[in-house]
């Protein structure tokens, strides 16, 4: 329903004019996204579930989240759509293809200016080994989370690295022994409001 004449003349002026400000903010699907989306208590429980599995049907959500499925569509689609779900991944057991190494890097820049800063991301983005990037406090400025199946593709990846970015300082490397947990979900209390 959009705000015409009419319905402008039975609201209070103050309150109209606010009305008419914000209008087209909800027009624009993006500027909507933007704004920080209300999760109930049915989205938290949905997210732990999928999280857990995403190859679950909406039927068998349904199951377990007070809702029907196609209800249960509806706000996965939402999810998806207003970028809280950004995609879904499989999570390969390391053992079944070839055991790869995982290399836990902390990285430090010479000057952290915006630009500098923006040409590193971007080449970290890049990488298909870089698994994960945290820009963070304290000595480093990255830590890095790199998988490569030896050390040999790992030294190259580093020495391509500084050479095409010459703000890097220095950089330090923890080689992972064993894996003993590895999580991409994140915990959400489903009791909040």
Same mark, same amino acid.
């Given at each position: 329903m959009g705000l015409n004449g009419e319905h402008l003349r039975k *609201?209070?002026?103050? @309150?109209?004019?606010?009305?008419?400000? +914000? =209008? !087209?903010?909800?027009?624009? #699907?993006?500027?909507r996204r933007a704004l920080k989306m209300k999760l109930d208590r049915f989205d938290r429980q949905l997210l732990n579930l999928i999280q857990e599995n995403a190859e679950r049907t909406a039927d068998q959500l349904a199951e377990q989240v007070a809702l029907s499925a196609s209800a249960i569509q509806r706000r996965l689609r939402r999810? #998806?759509?207003?970028?809280?779900?950004?995609?879904?991944? =499989?999570?390969?057991?390391? /053992?079944?293809?070839?055991? !790869?190494? @995982? @290399? +836990?890097? =902390?990285? /430090?820049?010479?000057? &952290? #200016? !915006?630009?500098?800063?923006?040409q590193l991301r971007k080449w970290l983005a890049a990488q298909e080994y870089v698994q994960e990037v945290f820009y963070v406090t304290g &000595? %480093?400025? @990255?830590?890095?989370v790199i998988t490569a199946p030896d050390t040999e593709t790992y030294? %190259?990846? *580093?020495?391509? *690295?500084?050479?095409?970015?010459?703000?890097? =300082? #220095?950089?330090?490397?923890?080689?992972?022994? $064993?894996?003993?947990?590895? $999580?991409? %979900?994140? !915990?959400?209390p489903v009791d909040e409001d």
């Open positions: *609201m209070p002026r103050a @309150f109209a004019a606010d009305c008419l400000s +914000i =209008a !087209p903010f909800f027009r624009n #699907r993006r500027l999810l #998806r759509e207003d970028g809280v779900i950004t995609r879904y991944a =499989a999570v390969v057991e390391p /053992k079944h293809v070839g055991r !790869p190494n @995982f @290399f +836990i890097v =902390a990285l /430090k820049v010479e000057r &952290e #200016r !915006p630009e500098l800063l923006a &000595e %480093a400025d @990255f830590i890095l030294d %190259a990846l *580093m020495g391509r *690295m500084v050479t095409e970015n010459p703000n890097i =300082a #220095r950089f330090t490397t923890n080689v992972a022994l $064993s894996l003993v947990k590895r $999580s991409l %979900a994140i !915990p959400i």
